[in-house]
């Protein structure tokens, strides 16, 4: 069975069973290696991608419930040499200690601002409360956010 996907604003095809973790899609049959895999388990946000402008969890969800449907992995953000404003902020902020965790939280960031224009401290805290950094350089990530944000 071949699945029809629109990863980062291109159409793609691929044979794989439909039940696939999208994440494992991603990665292993699209070379996307901006989502991460941490917990697989839907807890620690280091999967995240867009799903139609919305942060969700690729490791999560399956790559059939993704056809038709627009998927953006931080891979596709920038739009060619610029950087997406929420990927430079995050580098502004020098954010990153492993950085392991930080690609989940820029498509969380970025899919608030789709959303939200103009977001409070509040509800930066929120779409950041679920991604888990054990380096635990959260001041300079909400510093990056709120650069993001400004
Ligand atoms: Fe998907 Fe942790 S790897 S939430």
Redesign the pocket.
Known sequence: MTLKLKVNGQNVELAIPPTTPL?NALRNDLALNGPK???????????SVLVDGMAA????LTVASVVGREVTTLDGLADKDRLDPVQQAFIDAQAAQCGYCLNGMIISIRSLLNHTSAPSSGQIGAALEHHLCRCGTHLEILDAAHRAVA
């Open positions: 994440l895999y941490g917990c697989g388990l839907g807890e620690c946000g280091a999967c969890r690729a490791c999560v």
